[in-house]
């Protein structure tokens, strides 16, 4: 035995290193799920900061606007026009 299996160690092989290794450059799922969780510690620390310096929005979006914007965007991406 190792000196370090000795102390209660894991020592990991060349291959179980190699193939973990591949397995994350190749993995497709590791950035999304990195953007998500920063997304998440983002939205909590901006609603903190919202909440300690009291920022207001002056600007309001009004029913129509969004109606026709959500209706405009679609119909233009297939080609139609809004009679």
Avoid: F
Wanted: aromatic fraction near 10%; include cysteine.
């Amino acid at each position: 035995m190792s000196a370090t299996a000795d102390k209660g160690e894991c020592e990991m092989g060349w291959n179980r290193k190699y193939a973990l290794r591949s397995y994350v450059r190749s993995a497709l799922w590791i950035i999304p799920l990195g953007a998500y969780l920063a997304a998440m510690i983002a939205v909590r620390v901006l609603s903190r900061l919202d909440e300690l310096l009291g920022w207001t929005w002056y600007w309001k979006l009004e029913l129509g606007a969004a109606q026709s914007a959500l209706v405009t965007i679609p119909m233009s991406a297939l080609g139609q026009t809004r009679k």
